[in-house]
């Protein structure tokens, strides 16, 4: 099991570019979730999906769009990159079940400049 | 609202120091509840957790107790290494209401040789 993958691991982006996050997860988990992670602030929620076909706001969810593509793949997209979108991005799945962990992916770095 | 709170860091201890990280929540009901680490460079990885009132998570050393009385899951070790350096993020998690898992803002840690 890969568990959660992301892609890419960095990414640099000039303001007002557009880019997708791809998440994918092979544990046939029901729920995933995109957080980021700024220095100080902990982790914030933007968007999860706690199963396929749907999805909500989290904390942070301006200036984002997410897609349940399927099962095992949730994608975060960024119409307008603005610098304050620059942050580590982590992508997380769990069972669903009372107590299940979340797992996490490695992050992917980006930069707007 | 539910919430957590943790002991603002960083933490520096010297190699085979006891080490106590304090997390308090605040929830309507009986959250799981769990500690997860980060490592520099890495995603959150569970390090441990416990779904129930007097409940003890362990492991790699590190304990923590459930306490409904004083709703608070602190982190102990006894002996703690240069490897144990890195972020510690205490949560809780209601996995019958909306699913989402409410983090603390992490305490970094730093153990000296």
């Known amino acids: 099991n890969a568990g959660v993958t992301q892609t890419p691991k960095f990414q640099v982006l000039k303001t007002g570019q557009s880019m997708t996050l791809q998440c994918a997860q092979d544990?046939?988990?029901?729920?995933m979730y995109w957080y980021r992670q700024d220095p100080g602030m902990g982790l914030r929620l933007i968007y999860y999906?706690?199963?396929?076909?749907?999805?909500d706001k989290g904390e942070v969810p301006n200036g984002y769009n997410v897609s349940r593509l399927n099962k095992r793949e949730f994608s975060l997209r960024l119409e307008s990159a603005a610098p304050s979108q620059t942050s580590v991005y982590f992508c997380?799945?769990?069972?669903?079940?009372?107590?299940?962990?979340?797992?996490f992916g490695p992050g992917t770095r980006l930069t707007v400049l | 609202g539910n919430s957590v709170t943790q002991m603002e860091g960083p933490v520096t201890l010297s190699e085979e120091a006891f080490l106590t990280i304090n997390c308090t929540y605040t929830?309507?009901?009986?959250?799981?509840l769990f500690w997860y680490v980060q490592y520099p460079g890495e995603g959150l990885q569970l390090l441990l957790k416990?779904?129930?009132?007097?409940d003890k998570g362990s492991n790699k050393g590190f304990e923590a107790t459930y306490r409904k009385e004083t709703t608070s899951f602190h982190l102990e070790k006894g002996s703690v290494q240069v490897s144990d350096s890195a972020v510690y993020f205490c949560?809780?998690?209601?996995?019958?209401?909306?699913?989402?898992?409410?983090f603390g803002k992490g305490t970094r840690l730093h153990i000296l040789p």
């Open positions: 929830a309507t009901g009986y959250p799981s």
């Open positions: 949560a809780l998690r209601f996995a019958e209401r909306d699913d989402k898992i409410i």
């Open positions: 997380a799945s769990t069972a669903g079940l009372a107590g299940g962990e979340q797992f």
């Open positions: 416990a779904t129930k009132a007097d």
């Open positions: 999906s706690a199963s396929e076909g749907t999805t």
């Open positions: 544990m046939n988990h029901n729920s």
